[in-house]
Every structure is written in C-alpha cells, then in structure tokens.
Nanobody
Framework: QVQLVESGGGLVQAGGSLRLSCAAS????????MGWYRQAPGKQRELVAR???????NVADSVKGRFTISRDNAKNTVYLQMNSLKPEDTAVYYC?????????WGQGTQVTVSS
C-alpha cells in the first residue's frame, strides 16, 4: 500500500506560479512511475506529467515548457512546478503512483487560476 498526500494548490493569478508536492507513505525508489493528473469540471481526467523510476519524464503538450516534474527520493516526494499559469489550468490535480500492478491516487488539490 502507498498513501499519497498532495499539497500546494491554491488560487493564483494568470501568469503566476505554484508548486505542488506529493508525499508518499513509503519509499518511491521501487515505484514504477509517479505523476500528476488533473480534472477540470465537466472534463475527463488527463495526464499532466509523469516521472519514471529511471528519471525519464513525460509532459503533456498543453503544459510543456511551463510545468516541470521532479522528485526527491530522500523525501519520498514528487513535485510539479507550474509556471506561467493560465485560466485553463484550473482543475483538481491528483497525484498518481504505479507500483507493480497497483494504482494509487491522492485525494487531489484544487488549483484555480484567475484571469
């Protein structure tokens, strides 16, 4: 079992920045990959960014160049640095982890970008 706790969401003006954190309840060394998804009202949940155990990353085209995913294995934490935020980035952001065949999700953190 892996518990994921997100933090760092909030309200920010367009053009601003936020950093989301996802703290795992156990070592993330053996986790296949961790990432961030988001879900806006009336829309499907979508992948924002993912980081693999080897360090490779995948970033959605819609946020490429603005968002960066990173991790600190010593703190069992994954981060999402979000810069140049746009109103369309408004959503609930969820942390996700895949360990073996099991999926784990955090409770989500709200990000609201005002125009």
């Amino acid at each position: 079992q892996v518990q994921l706790v997100e933090s760092g969401g909030g309200l920010v003006q367009a053009g601003g920045s936020l950093r989301l954190s996802c703290a795992a309840s156990r070592s993330i060394d053996s986790i296949n990959h961790m990432g961030w998804y988001r879900q806006a009202p009336g829309k499907q949940r979508e992948l924002v960014a993912r980081i693999w155990s080897g360090g490779n990353t995948n970033v959605a085209d819609s946020v490429k160049g603005r968002f960066t995913i990173s991790r600190d294995n010593a703190k069992n934490t994954v981060y999402l640095q979000m810069n140049s935020l746009k109103p369309e980035d408004t959503a609930v952001y969820y942390c996700h982890a895949l360990k073996g065949w099991a999926d784990y999700w955090g409770q989500g953190t709200q990000v609201t970008v005002s125009s």
